[in-house]
Each structure stands twice: as C-alpha cells, then as structure tokens.
C-alpha cells in the first residue's frame, strides 16, 4: 500500500469515527425535539436551576422573594424571639404543636406569644453542578432561559458518549460487540430507556438526570484502564454535585486502578481465570488475589482520583453550611412538600421506604383497560424491567470478563440507596433513579456475552415504543395516568 493509500485510508478512518457520533447526535436530537414538540415554546414550571444560576450571578445564596409555587424548594423560617434570640429552621411536624428544629439541631417548643416576628427564606435544595452549567445562558436570557431546550441539547449527547463507552469497551477487548452490535445498543439507551422522556420535558429532577448522565459517561470513558484517574475523580465529584449517588458508582475506577496494577498471575491462577465455566470460591480467591495488588501504584493512582473529588466536595460542604449551617445538608430536610411530615419522622434514608420501592423498581406494570384510554400508569412509573426488558438479560451473564464485578459493584451500590431512599421518584413515567447507573448497565450488555439475536431486539424495539409513549404523554396527557399511592407514605 502507498503512502498515499495509507493517508487516504486513515482519513476515511478518522471520518468515520467522526461521522458515526455526529449521525447518533443529529438522530437523536431530531427524535427528543420531535417527541419535546409544545413543550419547547416555554420553559417548565419547574425550572427551579435558572432560578439558581439567576440567584448566582446576582451573590445571593437564597431565593430573592417567594417562588412561583411552592413545588420542591427549600423553605426555612427564621424567627425572631421576644427575648432578642433569631433562630433558623422549620416548625416540626411530629410531636406536637410549636415545636420548632433549628438548622442547627436544636428542639424549641416556640408558641405564638413567644415569636416577635417571622421571614420565610426559600432555597433551591438541588445540588448545584447544572445551574453552573446553565450560567453563561441565563446571563444571556434571563429567566427567560429555557430548560426544555437545554435538557435536549444536553440529552442528544448521552447517547454519542454511551456509543463511546461501548467502542472503548472493544478497544480494550473488553467487549466481543461488532459495531451494528454497539450501536443497536447505543439505540436501545437513546430511546429505549426512561433517557428519552427525561431528555424531553425539562424540570429540575430531569436535568440533573441528564447532566449526571453525562457526567457518568465521562468518568467511565477516564475510568476505563485506570488511565486518567484525576478526571475520572472530577466527574465523580461533580456528579456529586449534580445528582448524590454518582460517587457510588466508585467501584469501577478503584476495580480498574486494582486491574492494571497488578502482578502477573502464577500458571495455576491462569488455568483457573481461562477456564469460563469454573468460579473459585470467593474467600480463597481473595487471599488469592491481594499478594498480587502492587499497592504503591495503586495508592497513588487513589489518591490522584480522590484530590478533585475531595475539592468539589468541600465546595459543597461550604454553600451547605452557609446556607443550612450544616456541611452535610443540601437542604432536603426543609423541602416544602406534602411529604414533609414522612422525612422529619422517618429521615431521608430509612428501611420503612424499601418495600415501596423494591416494588416500584422492578414490578410495577401499567394498568390495562377496556374503555378509552385503555392505559394507565401509576404516578410511581413502570418498573425498569417493563421499560427496558433487555435489562431482565443481566441477571445472568455468559461470559466472564475483569470488568464485570465492578461494573455490577456500580449499579448495586447506588441502587441500595434509592432502595432505602424516602421517596420513590413520583411523580415519573418510569423509574428515573435508575439513571444514575444505567450507563453501566448497558456495559455490562455490552461485556456479558449475550446473543443479540432476534428476541433480544425485539426486547429493545418494544423497549423503544415504551419509551416513545411516555416521551410523548408524560406530562402532557394525564388521562393516561392515575396517581396510585402506596400504602407506605
């Protein structure tokens, strides 16, 4: 081959690599921007992150007066006493009439005689990550900025960096996936998840969705072999900062950090990591496996990930403790919603929460009928593995590969906590939270041997017609749902 073939060749070569994410984004937007439709025109009632990117570029770590309705903010009173003191807090719900908890932790029992005046402060609760995002926009647009089109622009994205996880999965012969492979799985994200109705309606609980997907492709892509440890610390601190459990998807950086720094296995260890179908037992495995860890390396490449993570954090704790005099409150506890009385008794994470929502995450089905509209859905969503059944395939994987564990560690663990978290994700199509590790899901398709054959893209396509009903309807016609509660409240 000539050196101008060659040239010729690697051009065709970088274009295709080009011209393959610049198609999934210009179909993808197409497919969000049709099924957003009216919603575009204005941005969402709940836009509460334009009001704290406004609230940024004016200094002010509160709202400047009252919201435009009382949906998830942060309210907290502050009193002024007949006898001079001020405090902060929230009137307790439990307990008893005029019992009143400070932001510092206090129980007062304040009766009206006892009050000389009060102020209602409200906040934005929702970590902060995509109203920093939203900055240059709202400087340029105001309020006016619009949230609907933001979420899309974004959300188009995804889907490129899920393509590129995948390929990256390959690359590494991680993957065995052709490239129809990847991109069918890549168009199982992108429409056939709860990604595409959350791309599509803007909101405050939906665009940090979608920025911690984005954000979890990227520290996968920094994860991956362990190469770029101090991003892939970043990304997880921002995700942090855009949606709580990203930080617990942890397990596949420190699983691929442990991977590459690892001593060459003995002839004994190797015929038992080539042979597919024989699993050691974990303990022996284990006193197998960590003389093997060269643990300087290791430590360092840690520590190098944990130095950003560390510095987003501690942004955090700071605005926290201004605003809530507390470094761990993010403002929740004040959240002025019906529910309020459920997160003083029970907290935020509590096991009174997990039937609720080991129900809500795996069985929840739509409600058939025999008259018009046929369908409904619980306010409580779908279960995910009616919104995308080709996940039902992970509970078992076919092959083995290094990645596995880690990527299974990832989605378990953020998982427990939306398990055990106070609220299920209501008001949803489906079952939102699993965003937060859906990236890695998909991973784990992608590296667990399974055929994707027919019945598995058949999965998909009625995963993807799911989806587009819900992109659709979600929001915009209600005779389609009903609001279901659970006995747990």
């Known amino acids: 081959m000539t050196q101008d073939e060659q040239q010729t060749n690697g051009k065709r070569g970088a274009l295709r690599r080009l011209g393959i994410p610049l198609v999934i984004y210009a179909i993808c937007l ?4 049709g099924a957003s439709g009216s919603r575009l025109k204005k941005p969402s009632n709940d836009n509460h992150y334009v009001h704290l990117a406004h609230d940024m570029l004016h200094g002010r770590l509160s709202l400047e007066g009252s919201p435009p309705h009382q949906n998830d903010w942060a309210l907290v009173t502050e009193l002024t006493l007949n006898d001079g003191r001020k405090v902060r807090g929230t009137f307790l719900k439990t307990g008893g009439t005029g019992w009143f908890k400070t932001t510092r932790g206090e129980r007062l029992l304040l009766t009206g005689d006892k009050i000389r005046s009060r102020r209602y402060v409200y906040y934005v609760s929702f970590p902060w990550f995509p109203a920093l995002l939203m900055l240059p926009f709202v400087a340029i647009w105001g309020m006016k900025f619009n949230d609907v089109i933001f979420n899309v622009c974004v959300g188009a994205f995804n889907p490129v960096l ?4 995948l390929r990256r999965l390959v690359a590494l012969k991680l993957s065995q996936r052709t490239l129809r492979e990847d991109l069918w799985l890549t168009a199982c994200f992108a429409f056939g998840t709860v990604h595409f109705y959350s791309s599509v309606i803007g909101q405050v609980w939906y665009t940090a969705h979608v920025v911690g997907v984005t954000l979890t492709c990227l520290y996968a892509l920094a994860a991956l072999e362990g190469r770029h440890t101090f991003l892939a610390g970043l990304f997880l601190g921002l995700g942090f900062v855009s949606r709580t459990p990203i930080p617990f998807t942890f397990p596949l950086l420190l699983g691929e950090i442990l991977r590459k720094n690892l001593a060459p296995a003995t002839e004994a260890q190797q015929a038992v990591n080539a042979d597919p179908c024989h699993r050691p037992p974990l303990l022996p495995w284990i ?7 060269r643990w300087r390396p290791v430590l360092g490449k840690g520590a190098l990930a944990a130095l950003p993570a560390a510095l987003v954090a501690g942004v955090a704790m700071i605005l926290n403790y201004l605003r809530f005099d507390r470094p761990l409150e993010f403002g929740h506890y004040y959240l002025n919603v019906r529910w309020a009385e459920r997160i003083q008794r029970w907290g935020l994470f509590n096991y009174h929460f997990l039937a609720r929502n080991l129900a809500v995450m795996f069985t929840l089905l739509p409600r058939i009928m025999t008259k018009s509209p046929y369908v409904k859905i619980s306010w409580h969503g779908l279960g995910i593995f009616f919104t995308t059944p080709i996940f039902a395939y992970l509970i078992w994987p076919r092959r083995r590969s290094p990645v596995q564990p880690w990527l299974y560690l990832s989605c378990l663990l953020p998982m427990i906590l939306h398990l055990f978290y106070q609220n299920s994700g209501w008001v949803q199509f489906g079952y939102r939270f699993s965003l937060d590790y859906t990236v890695f899901l998909m991973a784990l398709w992608a590296v667990g041997g399974y055929r994707l054959g027919p019945l598995a893209k058949a999965l ?26 659970f006995p747990v409240q």
Request: proline share 2%; aromatic share 26%; charged share 10%.
């Open 30 to 33: 197409g497919g969000y921007l």
């Open 162 to 165: 899920v393509y590129l996880v």
């Open 287 to 293: 006193k197998s496996y960590l003389p093997r860890i």
């Open 460 to 485: 998909i396509l009625f995963g993807i017609g799911v989806n587009t009903f819900g992109a659709i309807t979600f929001g915009r016609y209600w005779n389609f749902y009903w609001d279901g509660m």
